[in-house]
């Protein structure tokens, strides 16, 4: 499964990035394989407004089924939603002690956006 | 087309743009002169207070937002790729709107192959009009939690008369309601205050008039406290300073009391009208 993760550098060793919308780079890892792909963000995140609904699309035109995260909008969630993309936030530590919270089961999924717009 | 078209505009908030607005259009209607009043200060408008006009028309103001009829639509995506406001989102054939973010331009009608997009109205506040003791009186008031102002402030704008001259209080910064708000004026008065705050702000909304290309002029407010920054700053710059109002604490009383200093303190109105005649020279 192809999972994204929000982070601040661009390596599995980096913080999670806390903001979905406005997080430095995607990091996308393929669980079964180990693959990791790092995708730049930063246009987004020097957006004006609408960050998180184009980061949402990114994500939804990396091929991911889920991403974790820190906190993440209403106007995201509703994109993720409607790819069918699983969220997870609340993360915290690195990029790889994320995944292997993911990949160990220990995540629960998200119904709803954690944090108000413009956050 | 006899109209002069007068915007008191501030980088700084709370220098003194209201107080400066409403008792130029006292003193403009004390000489008998045909004034309007408009505070384009949507977001928090308060000319009201001190001008205390009888409201005799109130209208809704409405942005077009896009609705996307799912029938028509071929998801190409050619509107969400012209929505700068990332107002639109595709994700496979499904189109998400997001109408708090649409600043109602029409695009995606426009570049729609199929004509699958339609508009409807979100309302973003109200336009209300009447009569303040011989100045016509309008303000904009934005809905609550609304983020979109300068639709509002064109609304506004619209109700300037073809005569007569119309004074525009500014929302303060240098932001697109600001811009909205200034742009169309024959002069704009910025309000400042001497201190390294208003001096930076003032900076600012020197800069941006200079790329709007509008004659300017500054007033300083509470021109006897702080320092000398503000004064140095418009002789380098060759800016002219129209009027120096001083800290005086009855304009203070009378403003708490929502009280114009044209009428409360008698002096003050020969001071306004002396500004007035000011940007009118000015102008000419």
């Known amino acids: ?119 | 087309m006899d109209r002069t078209i007068i915007a008191v505009a501030s980088g700084k908030g709370g220098t003194g743009k209201t107080t400066v607005a409403t008792n130029l259009a006292r003193v403009a209607a004390i000489q008998g002169l045909e004034v309007s009043y408009l505070d384009c200060d949507v977001e928090e408008p308060n000319g009201h207070i001190f001008l205390k006009p009888e409201i005799e028309k109130t209208a809704s103001v409405c942005v077009p937002v896009p609705v996307v009829d799912e029938d028509k639509c071929t998801a190409c995506g050619k509107c969400r790729e012209i929505c700068q406001y990332s107002a639109i989102a595709l994700l496979g054939k499904t189109v998400l709107t997001f109408p708090n973010l649409c600043h109602g331009c029409g695009g995606c009608i426009l570049v729609c192959p199929t004509g699958a997009i339609t508009e409807t109205g979100r309302e973003v506040g109200v336009v209300e009009e009447g009569m303040a003791d011989g100045v016509r009186f309008v303000h904009g008031k934005l809905r609550i939690g609304e983020a979109m102002s300068p639709p509002l402030i064109r609304k506004v704008k619209e109700r300037i008369l073809d005569h007569g001259m119309a004074i525009i209080d500014s929302p303060p910064g240098t932001s697109c309601p600001v811009i909205q708000s200034v742009r169309g004026a024959d002069y704009v008065l910025l309000v400042t205050e001497p201190t390294p705050f208003g001096l930076n702000d003032l900076k600012l909304a020197v800069e941006m008039l200079r790329v709007l290309n509008l004659p300017f002029g500054v007033v300083v407010n509470r021109a006897d406290m702080g320092d000398e920054a503000v004064f140095d700053y418009c002789g380098s710059e060759s800016i002219d300073v129209l009027l120096r109002i001083p800290d005086d604490r009855r304009i203070a009383e009378a403003y708490s009391r929502g009280r114009l200093a044209a009428e409360a303190l008698p002096e003050y109105r020969e001071v306004f009208a002396s500004l007035l005649k000011g940007v009118v020279d000015a102008r000419l």
Do not use: C
């Not at chain 1, 939603?81 to 969220?87: D, E, F, G, N, W």
């Open chain 1, 1 to 119: 499964m192809r999972v994204a993760v929000t982070a601040r550098e661009a390596n599995v060793e980096s913080q999670v990035d806390q903001r979905f919308g406005r997080a430095r780079y995607l990091i996308v890892i393929d669980t079964e394989t180990g693959d990791t792909e790092v995708h730049d963000n930063e246009v987004n995140l020097n957006a004006v407004q609408g960050a998180g609904i184009q980061t949402a699309q990114n994500a939804a035109r990396l091929n991911v089924e889920a991403v974790l995260t820190g906190h993440l909008g209403p106007n995201a969630f509703r994109t993720l939603s409607a790819a069918a993309i699983t969220a997870y936030t609340g993360l915290q530590g690195t990029v790889g002690q994320a995944i292997e919270e993911f990949k160990a089961g220990r995540l629960n999924p998200v119904d709803s956006a954690d944090v108000e717009e413009h956050w």
